[in-house]
T-cell receptor, first 109, second 114 residues
Framework: AQRVTQPEKLLSVFKGAPVELKCNYS??????LFWYVQYSRQRLQLLLR??SRESIKGFTADLNKGETSFHLKKPFAQEEDSAMYYC???????????FGRGTSLIVHP | KAGVTQTPRYLIKTRGQQVTLSCSPI?????VSWYQQTPGQGLQFLFE???????NKGNFPGRFSGRQFSNSRSEMNVSTLELGDSALYLC?????????????FGPGTRLTVL
């Protein structure tokens, strides 16, 4: 079955430290992968997707097909990055994504 | 464009009752998906509607049902409510045309079952 795993429920770092939120998927084909973010009291929204190869708010994510991973990285975390982050996966035959359970990122001052 | 709207925003019900939640998608979006969000389980997919037809369904009991109208607005109904149904119910809309569509989420309806 297609699945996306976020192994960490909680990630706690200090401001200025590098951060990496892990995401692994199980799928043999070419997936579409996304990171969604939910800030406190805001709605869930798209952060970035691998197909765009862009950097949003200093975050990047690279698809590693060999390791079936799509980890989200930022070299210097900011307090405003504190939020819930969801990795989402979509296969070629699906119209809707499958979400991971989410990782809560807390950035301490 | 106006974003996805959900009504009501908050709801308190008792066990055994039924509830109907409403979602209005972004104009032009034909796909509406429903998710249940809880602290323990995260986001769990309920079902997706496209052009008034249920196109995808998650692993939830038959007490959870939905429908979509010709204007793409969608409703979700939960019958015989249980305590475990307490959650934030999110609606998301997208073009629905294919893979890599961005999902646009509403603010959610917070359902509390007493």
């Amino acid at each position: 079955a297609q699945r996306v795993t976020q192994p960490e429920k909680l990630l706690s770092v200090f401001k200025g430290a590098p951060v990496e939120l892990k995401c692994n998927y199980s799928y043999s084909g070419s997936p579409e992968l996304f990171w969604y973010v939910q800030y406190s009291r805001q709605r869930l929204q798209l952060l970035l997707r691998h197909i765009s190869r862009e950097s949003i708010k200093g975050f990047t994510a690279d698809l590693n097909k060999g390791e079936t991973s799509f980890h989200l990285k930022k070299p210097f975390a900011q307090e405003e990055d504190s939020a819930m982050y969801y990795c989402a996966f979509q296969s070629g035959g699906s119209y809707i994504p499958t979400f991971g359970r989410g990782t809560s990122l807390i950035v301490h001052p | 464009k106006a974003g996805v709207t959900q009504t009501p925003r908050y709801l308190i019900k008792t066990r055994g009752q039924q509830v109907t939640l409403s979602c209005s998608p972004i104009s032009g979006h034909r796909s509406v998906s429903w998710y249940q969000q809880t602290p323990g389980q995260g986001l769990q997919f309920l079902f997706e509607y496209f052009s008034e037809t249920q196109r995808n369904k998650g692993n939830f009991p038959g007490r959870f049902s939905g429908r979509q109208f010709s204007n793409s607005r969608s409703e979700m109904n939960v019958s015989t409510l249980e305590l475990g149904d307490s959650a934030l119910y999110l609606c998301a809309s997208s073009l629905g045309a294919g893979v890599a569509d961005t999902q646009y989420f509403g603010p959610g309806t917070r359902l509390t079952v007493l």
